[in-house]
């Protein structure tokens, strides 16, 4: 059914975050329905899901202070997720989780990256937010929404599955 009673936030410009004075060590925050697991201090990382506490999945949304953001890169944002210096981490569940920033001790309200997994997940393993300032990004939403009520023509259309042979 459509939705009608919700306003989509904004995305970032194609381009903006490399005009943000200072973005590397801003402060980020992301929202999602994931898992709400910690790291376990004092013992070292593993290379699967390690020394981690269940914390449930109450389908209750979940907002985590990521720390501030670490690196830039053409296609990323890292943030630090350190639970050791007091941030929280991002786990199963919270993939496509919308990350924002926090400037002048506000939460804008404009999506800057969207959580894509990585190897270390619930551990504060630093997984890379994909920045949705790219014209790349924009292209593939806006072809998405025109494709929204055929599933199979979106999959042809917009994304990189087509080319696998996987939208049959």
Avoid at 33 to 47: A, E, F, M, V
Avoid at 65 to 86: D, T
Avoid at 140 to 163: G, K, M, P, T, Y
Wanted: proline share 7%; charged share 20%; hydrophobic share 35%.
């Amino acid at each position: 059914e459509p939705v009608t009673d919700i306003t989509p936030l904004p995305l970032r410009a194609p381009g903006e975050l490399d005009t943000i004075a200072g973005l590397v060590g801003t402060p980020a925050v992301s929202v999602g329905y994931g898992l709400n697991w910690t790291k376990i201090t004092g013992q070292q990382p593993t290379r699967a899901l390690g020394p981690l506490t269940f914390g449930g999945d109450s389908g209750v949304k979940r907002i985590a202070r990521v720390g501030p953001i670490q690196s830039l890169h053409k296609n990323a944002l890292w943030p630090r997720q350190s639970p050791q210096k007091g941030d929280d981490s991002v786990c199963y569940g919270d993939s496509g989780s919308p990350l924002f920033l926090e400037r002048n001790g506000e939460v804008e309200q404009i999506v800057s990256g969207v959580l894509s997994g990585w190897a270390l997940w619930c551990q504060g393993s630093k997984d890379p937010y994909f920045r949705v300032d790219q014209a790349t990004a924009h292209e593939f939403l806006q072809c998405v929404i025109e494709n929204q009520d055929d599933v199979a023509r979106a999959c042809r259309e917009c994304s990189a599955e087509n080319a696998l042979g996987l939208c049959d």
